[in-house]
């Protein structure tokens, strides 16, 4: 797992199920964060949290990291913009 410079928090914060921590990235948005599995890993699901609206969130998927660099071969947008509410987790499909 990588992301973008955080200013705030840690990476684990961003993934502890704990609303009341918090991780911020240097440039507040956006935050990048970037998950490698060593083998296919289905997602069939994300839930976020965020503290002030609006934000949007993006997922994008590759079945390698130069393709998702590249945004070519097997890249995606599997969600795109969607806008999440302030201080609600959001359940994004």
Do not use: C, K, M, Y
Not at 2 to 11: E, I, M
Not at 26 to 33: A, E, F, H, K, M
Not at 44 to 52: D, E, K, L, M, N
Not at 77 to 92: K, M
């Amino acid at each position: 797992v990588t992301s973008s410079a955080l200013d705030l928090g840690t990476l684990q914060e961003i993934f502890d199920d704990n609303a009341g921590t918090l991780a911020r990235s240097r440039n507040v948005n956006p935050l990048v964060i970037t998950i490698q599995f060593r083998t296919e890993v289905p997602i069939t699901g994300i839930r976020a949290f965020v503290s002030a609206a609006p934000h949007g969130l993006t997922v994008e998927t590759a079945q390698s990291l130069g393709d998702l660099d590249g945004r070519v071969g097997s890249f995606q947008t599997v969600v795109n913009g969607q806008n999440l509410a302030s201080q609600t987790w959001t359940n994004v499909a």
